[in-house]
């Protein structure tokens, strides 16, 4: 796939693992005329703040491995990764949730529709978070907590989370459409799927 630039545009992407299992999670920043101190605060940032109230609600051996910061204004610019020993989930009940589902976090713009909208997947929660094909309300509401202290620590630090947008009806658009992210909401407790997440890619 091409390249397509994000105006003041960092890419956070955050990498996760379970034993042999891997996942991540990835959020578009907005900083004018950002550098690379910049880019380096905003991703040295995420695994202090990873939040004890969610960890708690993680099996241990899900670990927050690192963070990479990528400059997405031109091809080939600058890319930060975080030392490796992340932090990780304090619960000793029960296993992991599958993998393959997730607490869908949707990001909403002051624009409406599709284009103008992101998704977060966020997994690791301990299988006891989610009973009879449900996510306890209290495990969603830790996530979307972790989400907005992310997006206010980020904030303090002059980023702005953003929805990047690459495609609309169907064309891409190049440089993406950015628009920041005005409120989250998690709108269903059944887990979100892989699969919905892979379509979206």
Known sequence: MAFIPWEDGCKIVM????????WKNVFCFVKASFSLL????????????????LQALMPEAV???????????SEGAAVYTTAGAGDHGTSVEGDVSGLGVAVV??????????????RSYFNGLAEGQCSTGIWLQAAVDE????YEAWQAV????????????????????????????????????IPGSQRKRFRRL
């Open 154 to 189: 980020a904030l303090g630090l002059g980023w702005t989370l953003s929805v990047a947008s690459t495609r609309h009806n169907g064309v891409v658009t190049t440089p993406a459409h950015i628009e920041p992210v005005t409120s989250m909401v998690v709108r269903s407790l």
């Open 143 to 146: 996530v979307l907590d972790q």
């Open 63 to 73: 670990t927050l491995h690192n963070i990479t910061a990528t400059d997405m204004t």
């Open 15 to 22: 990498n996760w693992d379970y034993g042999v299992h891997y």
């Open 105 to 118: 976090v949707t990001m909403r713009t002051p624009l409406r529709g599709r284009s103008y909208r992101g």
């Open 38 to 53: 910049d880019m380096t605060a905003l991703a040295d940032m995420f695994i202090p703040e990873l939040r004890p109230a």
